[in-house]
């Protein structure tokens, strides 16, 4: 139904950037909102930060400042920018889209996720 694609994942020394980018694609009827979650081993997928249809942004507190997540009006497309990352940025990200498939059926839906690895 809705296929979501991730890029721009790598290693990078910390203090460095990286971007990444998602797009859904499918059978979208309407996106209520997009977000990048994280996850390491053995611990839950958190929350980074999503953006909903008006625009309106929510971050975790441990990235607030340092990522910026953004979205072409109207578009199926975020890009999450993340500067001055830390070794414990070091996570399996996935995106996700939550959006309406039909007019009142709607779901959560996840990409396969890219490693952000931080290391010096």
């Known amino acids: 139904q809705v296929q979501l694609v991730e890029s721009g994942g790598g290693s990078v020394q910390p203090g460095g950037s990286l971007s990444l980018s998602c797009v859904a694609s499918?059978?979208?009827?309407?996106?209520?909102?997009m977000g990048w979650y994280r996850q390491t081993p053995g611990k839950e997928r958190e929350l980074v930060a999503t953006?909903?249809?008006?625009?309106?942004?929510n971050y975790a507190e441990s990235v607030q400042g340092r990522f910026t997540i953004s979205r072409i009006h109207g578009g199926n497309t975020i890009y999450l920018q993340m500067n001055s990352l830390k070794p414990e940025d070091t996570a399996v990200y996935y995106c996700?889209?939550?959006?309406?498939?039909?007019?009142?059926?709607?779901?959560?839906?996840w990409g396969p996720g890219t490693q952000v690895t931080v290391s010096s």
């Open positions: 499918g059978s979208i009827f309407r996106i209520v909102a």
């Open positions: 953006i909903n249809a008006g625009g309106g942004t």
């Open positions: 996700n889209v939550r959006a309406y498939v039909a007019v009142a059926e709607w779901g959560d839906y």
